[in-house]
């Protein structure tokens, strides 16, 4: 055991405080080249993180950078500058921390780089770009250790695995490096120790008390769930109810859209007016950071919120935490549970609303799932190649670099440690050439090799570019909403620019709880003004739509399976025995299908229990091959459990649609042409640098200057379908958006066994799927028919004569 | 053959879902900003590399067209190359590829903006082009009638069921037709915009291009 610093023990002492036994661990072991720390939110993760660089800078004999912290957010970040201040002020400690985000000025940032702080307070974006400068090295000489707050949540997206590379060029400039993780409880801290440390450096896991289990259970409610929706309107009397009994209440919804519409019905029924305020990341910042502000302060008995609240901030008094709507994930729903009462030793209490009767057996399913301790992750794939592209446009603006020597640095990182030289090549090549089967542009080539076989800027004014396309987050095109007063009134937050693009003049929408009206766009902003007095149309956030885990599904087929209804309410154990008596219920090793005409059209309800994403390529690959054959589809809906495809002809015999070959010919062929390929293309081809998001004139000018996307695919597919960004888009396609590696999971699954259903109506589990958002026209010939409806319409509206 | 007819100065002319304008009784092509090498001049400038196929699905289109069409003329509307370097830089093959449509026919490059002085080409070069009763040329006049002219990429959006459907798109009055960009790589200018809302009559039309081209009355923003 090592000492603390008199000065920071005695702190402790005057306070009265003891030091955690994980914080006490997490010292001892400060020479560690690698640590991750798991510990539930709040209890002195942050402390335990910073404590040996207290330690290491409190005699003051250390110049320049020590410690780099890292967190996902930019409010973190200077949420951790603030708590930092004040023990290092009480302390008198000879130490300077700064935080250096997005939002830094310009100015500071400048002087960062000449004269940097003992720790600075970033982001993975901004450190990218750190490493981007010429006089990196000289910065970063020095540097003792590194901390990456919330890593739990970078590793789930490419964020991290930019991270991971740009510490791989820290460490090559600062080989002491050390690097520290802090992480929520996950489902394999293991993965998490191999993502963060340097290949091959061990890793050690140091578990934090993770206090008494949480007090979780299903919210009673007089009135029961509806069959289908997401609302859950329903439950809003008992959630008052819930938030009048506690301190304060977040309550969770899985979408932007759904937290708005929560919200507003909320306030219709509090009749006494409890505070109540809403946080999600449409709305504008200074709004949010009010609801923030008023939630330290206590002002707010409730918060209707969203993922953007997953992370970081401490929210002192929170006693209770609701979910609305199934939870979707194990792993996410424990996080948030976290959320309430961080108090030592009390047991975090949350209650689970599902929005409708399904959702009741996932919810059940889902506390099971928490009362067994078991977490669902999906295996972190191989470190994505168009990152990598990024990260070496990102090297050659710091100067010229030998291929050999990036690729064995890239390497050591852990997301990357498997790479190819091959694959790297590959990737070297595109960023030079632009990587063409039809090669071109040879005067023109982005990197060039020089003498001395050092690669290198053709055009060093290329490096501003690169450094304004930094990043791995896709935002979707957003628009500002604001309110139409007199110029340049509050922006209220923005709407997806799809979303605006539906939208006429006197239609009404939701944001930040208030109705407002559609006036006009003004210079790529909606202008609104208020009104109380309409229904509001629904605001179509972007708001991701997780679909439900793979953990989750398998236990409500589990559930389906051993016919134990003893842990549901009596209206769904009656429902599933309907079901079960017209019908089947569906099984983890088979596939259901129910065929019954409704409405006079042929209705196919295919039960692949393979989320969200997966059911709705499924249905995209369907309803082709369904065109093929003449069954004349002519639509259809995904849910995370199910697909229902309507058309004029009834399928037969759905054997052979289903078959594996059958669906990964359908991803290969006509699926490649798709909307979702096209977004997944979009989304490699933007971090590869093929798109630039950001140019010098389009900020100049306010307008994008980027190629359309879906013409530079349409253009590789037909003359160079090999290209790299389209293998990186295949790739892609197996998760995401597109999801084919559930696809394959669900036919490995079932392996041709198929209980095809032919009944003569809708059966009591299909019902609501009839009552789903998101219904997908089959397109095809359907779009031409629809225009030229159109335009019949609009000349006849304009008196016309449309007789050729 | 996929189109939409209609007449300007008493000529008629079929505009064509490729986005090319056919003047039968005349055997005139016409197509706008084509745009050839933007690619490299992309390349040029910003070191972006964009994927160097352009240059040929722009070319592959056209020759459909001329071999369905067995145009005696083509006329290009101006901004035919994305600049004078693109017009000098053309690989070999593609060059030759051009050639091989001219021959056995008129060719006339319209100058554009883009490409505003001679360029080595085989053909006639001209600033615009009179052909009784219609003029050719690259960015409309206003006043002027009987004008067939590009250089706005104009396109038109549709919103039908909640879906927005955008297209390229001719427009066209009793004075003028603006073509729609035919190059692979280029941008539109949608109809609402002040300057073409400017120039058209307000019972203008659009036809947007595609599968099958469909008219409607040009969109144009609401006030």
């Known amino acids: ?582 019908s089947r219920l569906p099984e983890a090793d088979r596939l259901l299908i129910e065929s019954y005409p409704h409405d006079g059209q042929a209705h196919t309800c295919i039960y692949g229990f393979a989320g969200r994403n997966a059911q709705q390529t499924l249905g995209l690959i369907v309803t082709k091959r369904m065109e093929e054959l003449g069954l004349n589809p002519l639509g259809f809906v995904a849910t995370d459990y199910a697909t229902l495809i309507w058309g004029l002809d009834p399928i037969d015999d759905p054997a052979p649609l289903f078959d594996v070959q059958t669906l990964r010919r359908g991803l290969d062929t006509w699926l490649a042409g798709n909307a979702v390929m096209k977004r997944t293309f979009r989304a490699s081809a933007t971090i590869a640098g093929l798109i630039e998001r950001n140019t010098p004139s389009a900020r100049k000018s306010g307008r994008q200057a980027t190629f359309s996307s879906d013409i530079l695919y349409d253009t590789l597919l037909k003359y160079d379908p090999d290209h790299l960004m389209m293998q990186i888009t295949r790739q892609e396609a197996r998760r995401g958006l597109v999801d084919f590696g559930r696809i394959e999971e669900m036919a490995a699954r079932i392996d041709g066994r198929i209980d095809h259903v032919r009944l003569p109506r809708v059966t009591p589990l299909a019902a609501p799927m009839l009552l789903e958002m998101g219904r997908v026209p089959v397109r095809g010939s359907a779009e031409e028919r629809l225009l030229a409806q159109e335009a019949e319409r609009l000349l006849t509206t304009a008196g016309i004569d449309v007789t050729p | 053959m996929n189109k939409i007819s209609f007449t300007l100065a008493g000529s008629r002319l079929d505009a064509l879902g490729s986005g090319a304008l056919w003047w039968g009784d005349q055997g005139i092509l016409c197509v706008s900003d084509l745009h050839l090498g933007k690619s490299e001049r992309v390349a040029r400038r910003s070191g972006q590399a964009l994927p160097p196929y352009d240059t040929r699905d722009t070319l592959n289109r056209l020759a459909a067209d001329i071999a369905r069409t067995q145009a005696r003329t083509v006329i290009c509307l101006g901004d035919s190359f994305d600049d004078l370097d693109a017009a000098r830089s053309l690989p070999e093959d593609e060059r030759l590829w051009i050639i091989r449509l001219q021959a056995g026919r008129r060719w006339v490059w319209i100058e554009g903006n883009h490409d505003p002085g001679p360029i080595k080409m085989g053909g006639t070069h001209l600033a615009e082009l009179p052909q009784a009763p219609l003029i050719f040329r690259h960015i409309a006049a206003p006043g002027a009638s009987g004008e067939v002219s590009g250089h706005y990429h104009p396109k038109a959006s549709l919103r039908i069921r909640g879906r927005q459907i955008t297209r390229p798109a001719f427009l066209f009055d009793t004075d003028r037709v603006i073509l729609p960009a035919y190059g692979t790589y280029t941008g539109g200018l949608r109809s609402t915009a002040h300057e073409l809302s400017h120039l058209m009559r307000p019972e203008a039309r659009a036809i947007l291009t595609g599968p099958t081209p469909h008219m409607v009355p040009m969109p144009r923003a609401r006030q």
């Open chain 1, 1 to 582: 055991m090592r000492d603390l610093p008199p000065v920071i023990t005695n702190w402790f002492a005057e306070r009265g405080w003891d030091i955690h036994p994980h914080q006490r661990a997490m010292y001892d072991r400060a020479d560690a080249p690698a640590l991750l720390l798991i510990a539930p939110t709040g209890g002195g993760k942050t402390l335990a993180g910073f404590l040996p660089t207290l330690a290491e800078l409190h005699n003051g004999d250390h110049d320049g950078l020590h410690t780099l912290y890292i967190s996902p957010l930019k409010a973190l970040a200077a949420d951790i500058r603030r708590n930092l201040a004040q023990p290092i002020a009480e302390m008198a400690l000879p130490i300077r921390v700064e935080d250096r985000t997005g939002d830094t000025p310009a100015s500071r940032k400048k002087r960062q780089r000449a004269d940097p702080p003992h720790i600075l307070l970033t982001t993975p974006e901004s450190l990218a770009l750190l490493t981007s400068y010429e006089d990196a090295p000289r910065m970063f000489a020095g540097v003792q250790r590194v901390i990456i707050d919330e890593i739990h949540a970078l590793s789930e997206s490419k964020r991290g695995d930019q991270l991971m590379l740009a510490l791989s060029r820290m460490q090559a400039m600062c080989p002491g490096l050390r690097r520290v993780g802090l992480s929520a409880t996950v489902d394999d801290p293991a993965a998490i120790a191999r993502f963060m440390a340097r290949h091959p450096d061990p890793c050690e896991i140091l578990h934090a008390d993770p206090g008494p289990p949480a007090d979780i259970r299903m919210l009673q409610t007089d009135a029961p769930p509806p069959w289908a929706g997401a609302g859950a309107n329903y439950a809003i009397p008992a959630v008052l109810d819930q938030v009048r009994r506690h301190r304060t209440t977040l309550i969770f919804h899985n979408t932007r859209a759904q937290a708005e519409i929560f919200f507003h019905n909320m306030w219709l029924a509090n009749e006494d007016t409890l505070p109540i305020g809403i946080h999600h990341g449409s709305l504008d910042r200074d709004q949010r950071q009010n609801v923030e502000a008023a939630m330290v302060r206590g002002d707010l008995r409730a918060i209707v919120c969203t993922g953007s609240l997953d992370l970081g901030i401490d929210w002192g008094d929170v006693d209770l935490v609701i979910q609305i709507g199934a939870p979707k994930n194990v792993k996410r729903l424990v996080q948030r549970i976290g959320r309430a009462n961080h108090r030592y030793n009390a047991p975090s209490k949350a209650l689970l609303v599902p929005a409708n009767r399904f959702e009741v057996v996932e919810c059940v399913a889902a506390l099971e799932a928490v009362r067994d301790g078991t977490l669902d992750g999906e295996p972190r794939g191989d470190g994505p190649l168009d990152v990598l592209c990024q990260h070496i446009l990102i090297a050659a603006c710091a100067g010229p670099f030998d291929a050999s020597a990036l690729y064995h640095e890239v390497i050591t990182s852990g997301p990357y440690h498997g790479l190819s030289r091959e694959d790297f090549d590959a990737c070297l090549d595109f960023c030079a050439t632009g990587g063409y089967a039809l090669r071109a542009y040879d005067r023109w080539q982005r990197l060039k090799q020089d003498a001395a076989g050092l690669w290198a800027l053709r055009d060093p004014r290329a490096a501003q570019r690169i450094r304004m396309n930094i990043g791995t987050i896709q935002d979707t095109d957003t628009l500002k909403v604001r309110l139409r007063r007199q110029r340049g009134g509050k922006p209220l937050g923005e709407v997806e620019e799809a979303f605006a693009a539906t939208l006429t003049p006197g239609d009404t929408f939701l944001i930040g709880g208030q109705i407002v009206r559609y006036e006009g766009l003004r210079e790529l902003v909606v202008e609104v003004t208020r009104r109380a007095d309409k229904k509001p149309k629904i605001a179509t956030f972007a708001g991701t739509k997780f679909a439900t885990s793979t953990q989750l599904s398998a236990r409500i087929l589990e559930i389906f399976r051993t016919r134990d209804w003893s842990a549901l309410p009596r209206h769904t154990a009656e429902w599933l025995d309907i079901q079960r008596s017209v």
